[in-house]
């Protein structure tokens, strides 16, 4: 049966806890061994001081030089000792004989210790072993009046006094060593478990594979992604995002400073859920869906994907043409077969001449339904396509007629973008009028060609653009009706620019007459037949 793996986190709290215990084990022997070594010093000092306070008696100077046996020197001595604590004091003469001693057996015996140095006049500090055992000694000479060396005065304290005072601070350390250790403990465990908690508990190898998949997935798609985290700033955005916003993401950017459209800011930073919602970027027409992640009820953030719909609304924009031209060919189908049948009676009952007289009034009558302007404009798609919308207009109770003032010559060149501009001002304008007051409803319609340029403007009798929605009127998501989504408008300018043109709003009407747009697009018209 194979074991169980040691899992990371708790591998990362037992290496950290053995190297706290590792330094703090080595940081209490250096603190032993420095105060083991300050405190031998504290008491050699110590020992030199009273040494020094000895050998200041005058009395006891001049007894030793006379080399007075009467025990003098050893009761002064004595005293002193009781008096410091000291383990002993050792006075001798200057042939190192002793003249007092704790041991009175001692008494007349010569020094352990070579004394020449001290005897030649140098102070010694030293732990040594005697006959009363280990102690630290200071050793000074001793001086009569005149300060000649007339002998010396040794004093020294047990070690077992330094061991004593050691083991208390050591255990005054160990306690707040121990305190560190378990705070280092503490802290490694909950550094340990913040770990944890960041990683979702995943083991590294895990982690690893993760970044390999997110970068095969994210970069190998053909969907733009952007990751937004739980503060509202981008944590990452794949090269296909960056194409379709038309704009760089650096990451930590806030959502607030993202160059995007409107509506996919505020869904990004009130992080509400979006489906498959049409929004337009720069030349590009996109699908977003945007959505909350989160795991284990930590909240992780949000994902937007974007996909690129260009292709196929250029597509729906063809779609609605054929359509429209449909509708045209189909009601002018209704209408062909109403004057065949007319022309039909009349031939079947001999009139003649009435035939001949109703088949020159349709050849001299106005082009498709659009009024005399319809014969100034010589592109049969636009003719189509104002017949079709004419139609629709019809059916929701507003007249819409080509001006008086249209001419176009020549025919128009990229046939669906010229109709996406000239069909979402018109359906513009038709949804204004039909929810205006004024009656009849009616939609104004001027095309005119200035050499390769093509002016588009439309009018109708609505009641003209509310002053809030003046200025923002292009963008997507902004609808001056209920129902719209704010989408005609800026598809509309979207393919006016691609010309190099645009489209703007020329009057905002009001309630005496309904609002006006303008659009130029460039190079949307070739030379007339005439001209060619």
Request: glycine share 12%; proline share 4%.
């Amino acid at each position: 049966m194979s074991r169980r793996p040691v899992r990371f986190a708790r591998q990362a709290l037992l290496l950290q806890i053995g190297l706290i215990a590792l330094v703090v084990g080595i940081g209490f022997v250096l603190v032993a061994s420095l105060l083991d070594r300050a405190l031998e010093d504290q008491f050699g000092q110590r020992a030199l001081a009273v040494a020094r306070a000895t050998a200041a008696d005058t009395e006891l100077a001049a007894a030793v030089a006379r080399e007075d046996r009467s025990g003098a020197v050893q009761d002064r001595a004595e005293r002193i000792r009781t008096s410091t604590g000291a383990l002993f004091i050792v006075v001798a003469d200057r042939q190192g004989i002793r003249l007092a001693h704790p041991s009175p057996g001692e008494i007349g015996e010569p020094v352990s210790t070579d004394p020449s140095s001290v005897l030649a006049g140098h102070e010694v500090v030293d732990v040594q072993r005697g006959t009363l055992g280990y102690s630290a000694r200071g050793k000074v000479p001793l001086r009569d009046a005149a300060g000649t060396v007339v002998g010396q005065v040794s004093v020294g304290f047990d070690t077992e006094d330094i061991d004593h005072v050691l083991l208390r601070l050591l255990g005054t350390t160990a306690v707040f060593t121990g305190g560190a250790l378990v705070v280092g403990v503490v802290g490694a465990a909950l550094l340990t478990r913040g770990l944890k908690r960041r990683t979702l508990g995943l083991e590294p190898h895990e982690l690893a594979d993760l970044v390999r998949e997110r970068e095969a997935v994210l970069y190998g798609i053909g969907e733009g992604v952007l990751a937004v985290d739980a503060d509202g700033r981008v944590s990452f955005a794949n090269q296909e995002a960056e194409q379709l916003l038309g704009t760089g993401v650096a990451p930590g950017t806030p959502v607030r400073e993202l160059a995007v459209p409107s509506r996919l800011r505020s869904a990004l930073e009130g992080g509400q859920p979006v489906q498959n919602m049409i929004t337009v970027a720069g030349d590009r027409v996109l699908v977003a869906n945007h959505r909350r992640v989160s795991r284990d009820g930590a909240d992780l953030g949000s994902v937007l994907t974007l996909r690129d719909r260009t292709d196929l609304e250029v597509l729906n924009r063809e779609l609605e043409s054929v359509r429209g031209m449909t509708d045209v060919l189909r009601a002018q189908r209704h209408e062909f077969s109403n004057r065949l049948h007319t022309l039909s009676g009349l031939l079947q009952t001999g009139h003649h001449d009435e035939a001949v007289a109703y088949l020159q009034a349709l050849a001299s009558g106005p082009v498709a339904g659009l009024g005399p302007a319809g014969e100034a404009v010589r592109d049969p798609v636009l003719l189509a396509f104002l017949a079709a919308k004419k139609a629709v207009a019809a059916e929701k109770s507003v007249a819409l007629e080509l001006g008086e003032t249209s001419w176009v010559p020549g025919r128009v060149r990229a046939p669906v973008e010229v109709t996406t501009v000239v069909g979402n001002l018109v359906d513009n304008a038709v949804r204004a009028a039909q929810l205006g007051e004024r009656r009849p409803a009616r939609v104004e319609v001027d095309l005119l060609a200035d050499g390769a340029t093509l002016h588009v403007s439309v009018v109708d009798s609505g009641g003209g653009v509310p002053p809030g929605l003046r200025e923002d009127l292009f963008v997507e998501g902004v609808s001056t009706e209920d129902g719209d989504h704010g989408l005609g408008l800026a598809l509309c300018r979207q393919a006016a620019r691609s010309f190099g043109g645009d489209v703007r709003l020329a009057d905002p009407g009001g309630a005496e007459r309904g609002a006006v747009f303008h659009a130029w697009l460039p190079g949307a018209v070739t030379e007339s037949e005439e001209g060619a």
